[in-house]
């Protein structure tokens, strides 16, 4: 007996999953069919309003219809969007509002056209297959149970849902076997038909690749705008440095040197000091172009992978903070410097500012990006524009091509994300 039941389990399990995807194949074509719908008077009131521009009085409605037009679009992308990967929006107003507008968008806005052909497609394509979709298991439903009933019809009404009369039992039972086969064209179909319905809303109402590009164009001009400024800034601070510490001490080693050595002559006694204070300040200088060194590049990332730097960091923290680790692989220098820095700041954030209990650190690799998570159960209300270092975070970060999100509410807890793109 176990082994039956241990091979009922997989077929129970595939029924089950063909019964559910076939509901939710209906739900989405009678969706489909309300948009399918809607898209008809759309295309019906647009052809109207078109014709009569010929006559000039349709000028006065075309930019209602055309916002008509992208209503019922945003419609179906939400409804697509409820059943697979999002189709966004394409943003800005609802449409044109002046005549003179809609004409131009007509003629040279892509998405409006885009949306036109889907409104064709989906007026015509998604009411066929939402019908069919729909009235499908009406039949199967109204056939298989035919023989109950068809006793009760009168002898000239009785007949299937495709028309054939009925007048015996033995024709009854035909039809109620017809309904077991619509049954099964049913379980067969509807997937079919739900991906059909929504194929030409995928192609048509996302986002077109020219739109796509120049939108990535005006994304990466402000990214690399962004890390200019920052490395310009980080340059200035580099000189800064260098100007105001490292080459003044030098100048005073230089200077405190060249004293000493004309003290061996007049007054060896006072020299040795003099060598003292040259060689601290030699010492200071060098500490300092070490600091210097160390923020360009840390040298931690030098002796240790990137995991064994997050952890020297976590363990620099002034609360428990865990570091978990996935398998990275190899990741450029450049990629695990801002990694690197990005958690440092956000340690630092949380020794000072959170008052945070415990903290973590997660990073891990998927495919070609890199995800860094930092999270607290501290106090919260971490902003860029706090004073907290998280603007310079997402500088650093964009200037790679990557994403930075904070959410931090009043009361807690802080989570940072960080992903950035690894593509050897």
């Known amino acids: 007996m176990p082994p039956k039941d241990n091979d009922a389990k997989p077929l129970r399990e595939l029924v ?3 019964v559910n995807a076939v509901f939710l194949s209906l739900e989405r074509l009678a969706g489909g069919l ?25 000028l006065l409605f075309l930019p209602a219809a055309l916002r008509v037009v992208r209503a019922v679009a945003d419609r179906e992308r939400h409804r697509l969007t409820r059943w697979g990967p999002p189709v966004p929006s394409p943003g800005g107003d609802d449409g044109p509002r002046t005549a003179v507008a809609a004409l131009v968008s007509l003629v040279r806005d892509v998405r409006v056209r885009r949306d036109l052909a889907w409104l064709a497609c989906h007026s015509t394509l998604g009411l066929v297959t939402g019908l069919l979709g729909v009235l499908l298991p009406v039949i199967a439903v109204r056939d298989s149970t035919f023989p109950l009933w068809w ?32 049954g099964a064209i049913m379980f067969g179909f509807e997937p079919g038909l739900a991906w059909l319905q929504s194929w030409p809303g995928r192609r048509l109402l996302g986002p ?37 510490g490292a ?39 060098l500490a300092e172009l070490r600091g210097l060194v160390r ?10 992978d990137l995991e064994g730097a997050l952890s020297a960091l976590a363990a620099g923290c002034s609360v428990p903070c865990t570091v978990e680790a996935g398998d990275l692989g190899s990741v450029a220098s450049s990629i695990e410097a801002t990694a690197y820095f990005a958690v440092a700041e956000a340690v630092t954030n ?72 690894c593509a050897s």
Do not use: K
């Not at 230089?254 to 000091?273: E, H, K």
């Not at 949380?350 to 690799?365: C, K």
């Not at 890199?370 to 860029?384: C, Q, R």
């Not at 994403?403 to 009361?411: E, I, L, Y």
């Open 350 to 421: 949380i020794t000072r500012h959170s008052g945070a209990g415990r903290a973590g650190i997660r990073i891990d690799r998927e495919g070609d990006t890199l995800y860094v998570h930092i999270h607290d159960d501290g106090g919260g209300g971490a902003t860029e524009s706090g004073g907290t270092g998280m603007s310079g975070i997402r500088r650093r970060v964009e200037a790679h091509d990557g994403t930075f999100a904070v959410d931090s509410p009043v009361g807690g807890p802080t989570r940072i994300r960080v992903e950035l793109p």
């Open 208 to 244: 077109h690749s020219r739109i796509v590009l120049n939108e990535r164009i005006a994304e990466l001009t402000v990214t690399r705008a962004a890390a200019l400024r920052s490395h310009t800034s980080e340059l200035r601070r580099i000189e800064r440095s260098l100007h105001d």
């Open 151 to 182: 006793w009760l019809l009168p002898p000239d009404t009785a007949g299937a849902s495709i028309g054939v009369p009925v007048h015996d039992w033995y024709t009854a039972l035909a039809v109620g076997l017809m309904g077991v086969a619509w």
């Open 247 to 285: 080459q003044s001490r030098l100048v005073s080693v230089i200077i405190q040197l060249g004293s000493a050595r004309r003290m061996l002559q007049t007054d060896p006694a006072r020299a040795d000091s003099a060598l003292e204070r040259a060689q601290t300040a030699a010492e200071d200088a």
């Open 16 to 18: 089950v999953t063909g």
């Open 295 to 304: 923020g360009i590049l840390p040298p931690v990332l030098e002796t240790h």
């Open 34 to 58: 309300v948009t399918a719908l809607m898209a008809l008077f759309a295309l019906t009131a647009l052809t109207v309003v078109l014709l009569t521009c010929l006559l000039g009085i349709g």
